[in-house]
């Protein structure tokens, strides 16, 4: 499977990384960056045959079967529009777009189009998910009825997060896997959510805190920010006991404990290239299947998540270019 990236960041570097890891499922075969220069270097770093100083010239490659967009939330929807155009199946990075309304037209011109488009909140491709999903309906800690998730980075200084022309703010970068962790383990029947964020001088949140309420009694409490860094912890909160998932950005374990604080389970995840490898390889495994949309994060999820922020952020007052919210 043949990638091109669009955008030439870090996040597409770490990209490069992964794939270089899987010779024999991919190959990165092209970069674009709106700078010819910064693509040009990004090749030589990762050996990549092309590189391109247009995203419309790289789409129009006919040997590009997956098209890995790394750019800013506030270009994806730009980004994507033009892959379908050119018929060029998407990967895109979270959060998919900065609203509702453009992630609902991207998702149907995709649907009429039969071309894949996707997600790429890694951890829903994780294996860890399904570990985790499996630890917690064993049993081991009992009924659960809570769970916490944080996720705070010291990131104050990025201006991709303090920029509202470019969909800046906690929840879209941080917030959004926090309400993915609630939702892959909890479900999506909820009842309400309260809410509350700190605003930058900026107008974007810095800071935010949600209590989401499920429809069948089920509590998560979550908060994300990029001022300071927190452990970045989720924990199950059950009847005989709790369990902590070390970093849900990226989990590395989970450690079962009894009411007690006995450590009653612990199961370090897989070892891993990056852990974006197994977005690739479905989405390797969708395109052979000849299918628009992955199993780990069907377009229906990727639009619960996105009216959720959208519902937040009009609370909050936090808005970008251009909408009306």
Same mark, same amino acid.
């Given at each position: 499977m043949n990638i091109g990236i669009i955008g030439a960041g870090s996040i597409a570097k770490t990209m490069a990384k992964t794939v270089f890891a899987i010779p024999d499922k991919a190959k990165i075969y092209a970069i674009a960056s709106r700078s010819l220069e910064k693509a040009q270097e990004f090749a030589r770093e990762f050996n990549i045959p092309k590189a391109f100083g247009s995203y419309e010239e790289m789409l129009q +490659?006919? %040997?590009?079967?997956?098209?890995?967009?790394? #750019? !800013?939330? *506030?270009?994806?929807?730009?980004?994507?529009k033009l892959c379908?155009? +050119?018929?060029? @199946? =998407?990967?895109?990075?979270?959060?998919? #777009?900065?609203?509702? $309304?453009?992630?609902?037209?991207?998702?149907?011109?995709?649907? &009429?189009? +039969?071309?894949? =488009?996707?997600? %790429?909140?890694?951890?829903?491709? $994780? !294996? &860890? /998910?399904?570990?985790?999903?499996e630890t917690i309906s064993s049993g081991i800690i009992g009924d659960v009825d809570h769970l916490s998730a944080n996720l705070h980075y010291s990131i104050a200084n990025k201006e991709r997060m303090v920029r509202p022309e470019l969909a800046g703010g906690a929840l879209l970068d941080l917030g959004v896997y926090c309400l993915n962790f609630a939702t892959m383990f909890f479900g999506n029947e909820i009842e309400k959510i309260d809410s509350s964020a700190a605003l930058t001088d900026t107008g974007v949140d810095r800071f935010n805190s949600?209590? =989401?309420?499920?429809?069948?009694?089920?509590? @998560?409490?979550? #908060? &994300?920010?990029? #001022? +300071?860094?927190s452990d970045r912890k989720g924990i199950f909160h059950g009847s005989k006991?709790?369990?902590?998932?070390?970093?849900i950005n990226n989990p590395s374990s989970i450690t079962c404990y009894d009411t007690n604080d006995m450590e009653l389970k612990h199961i370090d995840f897989p070892e891993i290239a990056t852990g974006y490898e197994y977005e690739v390889l479905e989405c390797r495994e969708i395109l052979e299947q000849k299918?628009?949309?992955? !199993?780990? $994060?069907?377009?229906?999820?990727?639009?619960?998540? $996105?009216?959720?922020?959208?519902?937040? /952020?009009?609370?909050?007052? =936090?808005?970008? *270019?251009g909408e009306n919210l």
């Open positions: +490659n006919p %040997a590009i079967d997956l098209v890995y967009i790394a #750019t !800013p939330h *506030s270009q994806h929807y730009q980004n994507m379908l155009a +050119n018929n060029k @199946a =998407v990967l895109c990075e979270k959060a998919f #777009t900065k609203n509702t $309304m453009e992630a609902e037209e991207i998702l149907r011109e995709a649907e &009429s189009k +039969n071309i894949l =488009v996707t997600e %790429a909140i890694w951890t829903r491709y $994780m !294996p &860890s /998910r399904k570990i985790i999903s949600m209590t =989401v309420f499920f429809k069948d009694g089920k509590i @998560a409490s979550l #908060t &994300s920010g990029f #001022t +300071n860094r006991g709790y369990a902590i998932v070390e970093n299918k628009i949309q992955c !199993p780990s $994060m069907p377009h229906e999820e990727t639009v619960f998540i $996105m009216k959720i922020m959208d519902g937040l /952020r009009k609370k909050w007052g =936090v808005k970008y *270019s």
